[in-house]
């Protein structure tokens, strides 16, 4: 009884400590658009190189079927819940419960929207020392995050009589606290990706490019066409819709050249070709909760330089079995979740799939480590 009272005394403190920290502003002020500083933590935008906007750190963020966020600290090969209540059950009404597109992190800072007590927040959240800071207060819906460099992009959706009637993308200055607001001449558009210096923007069914300040606006097709640095990459479908061929043109010259062929799934990070090669013969993997997976890669994954060269298997890795690419990453590390079912008692079957692990690896050292994260625990 002593230890339970002991529990709530220090879970208490924790909460106490949290808000005396939060810093509260209301709506961001619609500051002038300014030149952005040169930040850049990767290399420039030359010679084919393509920077990767992220800042490094020691932990990547991820989350649950359901939205409940998680961290994965690199160094160690550990993953915990954000959230550090011991009472939580770490479902619908858990605090860090965030769905997609609501989060963003810039090195070990994850910013999260969320409506509280009928506001939107913007908040963040430091993965060491787990402060949890209020950055502002919004007169309307958040959503919408995605960071680069130190640069924290969302937004904001203006609401009256419950209809949509305009959308603000802001900028979020992260080192200084400033904001900006990124004006694409389209009050209907919103963020749909930030992808090597440039911004591709969604209105409908309807995609275009601009730069960081919303400038330069482009024509932009997102199914099978990638802009990255002074490229353009295509890519062919098979008649079964998989990738069988990338493509890279030189915008100054116009000159395409093939760089893969036989490949099926791949990412781009940075001058990185992340790829994975469908197997002839389908293999299974035995689960934690002792059921099969049918995986077609076979545990493979590979990388290689954005132009074709030094393509080469990055790791082979026996229980690892693709689920799909994390959107949040952190220095030259690429997060890959992993498909893995996990004992469940609440379950009729016994078992329930999740998609809680993650595939590290590291696209300058090849480095790599699978951490897992059982959520039913």
Sequence with gaps: MKC??????????????????????????RKPLQTLPERITESKLNYGKIETGTVPGDYVYGSTTNYVLIKYHIPSGTATWVCQDPFCSHDYHC?????????????????????????????SYDGESMKIEEILISDGVLS?????????????????????????????????GTTDVIDCDDPYATIHAIEAGRIVW?????????DLNGEDKRGYTPVLQREWGNYVYTWALDANGEYVRLSRRDRSTNQEIVIAQDIDWFYFY???????KRTDTPRYVT????????????GNVYVMN??????????HVEEFCYGYMNPISCGDWVGIISQNYYPDENDWSGASLALTDM?????VTDEYKLIKFNSYE
Excluded at 202 to 210: A, I, L, N, P, V
């Design 4 to 29: 339970k009272f002991l529990l709530i005394a220090l879970a208490a403190l924790m909460i106490l400590l949290c808000s005396c920290g939060q810093k509260q502003e209301q709506r961001p002020e």
């Design 95 to 123: 605090p860090f419960r965030v769905p997609g597109h609501r989060y963003a992190a810039i090195g070990n800072i994850l910013y999260y929207a969320k409506e509280i007590d009928g506001q939107w927040r913007l908040r």
């Design 144 to 176: 919408r995050l995605f960071s680069y460099n130190y640069y924290l992009y969302f937004s904001e959706l203006e609401v009256e009589d419950h209809n949509i009637i305009g959308t603000v993308i802001y900028r979020l200055d992260t080192q200084t």
């Design 202 to 210: 969604e209105r409908g069914d309807k995609y275009f490019s601009t």
């Design 270 to 276: 940075g001058d990185k070709v992340l790829y994975w």
């Design 287 to 298: 689960s934690d909760a002792g059921k099969q997976i049918k995986d077609e890669w076979g």
């Design 306 to 315: 954005s132009d074709g060269s030094d393509a080469h298997l990055l790791c």
């Design 359 to 363: 595939l590290m690896v590291n696209v």
